[in-house]
């Protein structure tokens, strides 16, 4: 059983940085896709970026690209989101997922429209105008 853990989440000025960390358990062999999203009061959560962790190039929605760079420490377990130049906009709460990626690699295999099964419990960004 996949288990995932976020921290780094906090209030911040718009203009500010942030990096997210996510710790990942319960898979050593495995490889996933994963990702993070974020949900903003009064909307639909929103896919933000994910990473093959065998392998890839990683995908990011429109909305974040040139400004949050996800990446992973595949020997701690851990992915990260690196989010710069915050805007109120971004004001949300961030989870961390994953899905099994079965089989040999392929390019595309993890994608922004993946079904993600495994969810950390989220943490909190507040970018202050």
């Known amino acids: 059983q996949v288990q995932l853990q976020e921290s780094g989440g906090g209030s911040v000025q718009a203009g500010g940085s942030l990096r997210l960390s996510c710790a990942a358990s319960?898979?050593?062999?495995?490889?996933?896709?994963m990702g993070w999203f974020r949900q903003a009061p009064g909307k639909e959560r929103e896919v933000v970026a994910v990473?093959?962790?065998?392998?890839?190039?990683?995908v990011y929605a429109d909305s974040v690209k040139g400004q949050f760079t996800i990446s992973q420490d595949n020997p701690k377990n851990t992915l990260y989101l690196q989010m710069n130049r915050l805007k109120p906009e971004d004001t949300a709460m961030y989870y961390c997922?994953?899905?099994?990626?079965?089989?040999?690699?392929?390019?595309?295999?993890?994608?922004?429209?993946?079904?993600?099964?495994?969810w950390g419990q989220g943490t909190q960004v507040t970018v202050s105008s």
């Open positions: 997922a994953a899905y099994w990626l079965p089989g040999r690699w392929v390019p595309g295999r993890c994608h922004l429209g993946g079904r993600f099964d495994y």
């Open positions: 319960g898979y050593t062999t495995s490889t996933y896709c």
């Open positions: 990473l093959d962790n065998g392998g890839g190039a990683p």
